[in-house]
């Protein structure tokens, strides 16, 4: 039987929050969807921070020489709204996953974190692979389902795709399967 979301919140539950940087803000890739996904992070924040919950940060260094990502330039900054607080662990990857090339899942077992609430950019990349990835490596998983965006795309066969049929073809993707969905109001509400 699935865990509920408030049994999942009673254990010790890390809010992930992956990949919420300046260049994944930046006009050259188009149109996004859901602008209100940053300010839901930081809500979640201010949320887990006030119940000393444990938050992990994920921050995305790209290799590719013309990266928006890649260290040293602006947009491989993280959002104000998403900044790491003093004592909180930050892990850096140079691929999708958030745990291929990083100590995050060592970190998490040692931290005896068996549950994370996943929030970031973007749906279809970084958040699709890790929570993915989190839930074969025996994590469960909930997806905060509008702490997240994506940008619109053009398929292989030629056909443009919005950002929100983006999105919400990889929610329901990850549904039940590798997560269970949330959003903002209601997992702050179980949180009270």
Known sequence: MPNTMQNLLAKNTALLVVDVQKGLNDPSLGNRNNPHAEKNIALLLAAWRQKDWPVVHVKHCSVEPDSLLRPGLPGNEIQTEAQP????????????????????????????????????????????????????????????????????????????????????????????????????????????
């Open 85 to 192: 607080a003093p004592g909180e662990a930050v892990f850096s990857k140079t691929t999708n996953s958030a745990f291929i090339g990083t100590d995050l899942e060592n970190f998490l077992h040692k931290e005896k974190i068996e549950s994370l609430v996943v929030v970031g950019l973007t749906t279809d990349h970084c958040i699709s692979t890790s929570v993915r990835m989190a839930a074969n490596l025996g994590f469960d998983v909930i997806l905060v389902s509008d702490a997240t965006a994506t940008h619109d795309r053009t398929g292989h066969d030629g056909v443009r795709y919005t950002a929100e049929q983006i999105h919400q073809v990889n929610l329901i993707s990850l549904n039940g399967e590798f997560c269970q969905m949330a959003e903002t109001q209601s997992l702050l509400q179980e949180l009270n």
